[in-house]
């Protein structure tokens, strides 16, 4: 297997870990069918319908498919799109970017370093002090308070 260096936050240190790499038929197992969707098939989920907005405690979001670190609540802002939007990753380690063509436009899709799941995007519209939104898709994380790492 294949390793990768991402930032767990519960250790509060990069690890090195194993990539997590399964077939479709074993992700359609896993996942409920629109997390496959979103994550597999680089779905995007209808804004305004996920429920991360009413998250107000401290907390860790999650890649719903490898349990990856991706984004603290702290780095969460309203950005008026429908999406949960953050102006940083947890680490740079954690996601990874690569050109989306889709749309007839070049945009920048965000993947999970670990697993490759679909995220969203990220563009240079966000607050500072990165001035940077990722644009992401509520079904495609999980969150755990921070109190319970």
Not at 13 to 31: C, F, G, H, N, Y
Not at 88 to 95: A, D, G, Y
């Amino acid at each position: 297997m294949t390793t990768v260096q991402i930032y767990d936050a519960k250790q509060n240190r990069v690890v090195q870990v194993e990539r997590v790499e399964k077939t479709d038929a074993e992700w359609k197992e896993l996942l409920t069918e629109k997390q496959y969707e979103i994550t597999a098939e680089k779905g995007t989920e209808v804004p305004g319908t996920c429920t991360f907005d009413q998250i107000n405690e401290p907390c860790i979001f999650r890649c719903v498919r490898c349990d990856t670190d991706l984004f603290r609540r702290s780095t969460k802002f309203n950005s008026g799109t429908g999406w949960p939007s953050y102006y940083e990753p947890i680490s740079p380690l954690n996601v990874a970017e690569q050109p989306d063509r889709s749309l007839g436009r070049v945009r920048t899709e965000i993947i999970c370093a670990r697993c490759g799941s679909h995220l969203g995007h990220v563009f240079d519209d966000g607050p500072p002090p990165t001035g940077k939104r990722y644009c992401i898709n509520g079904i495609a994380l999980k969150f755990e308070p921070e109190d319970k790492l």
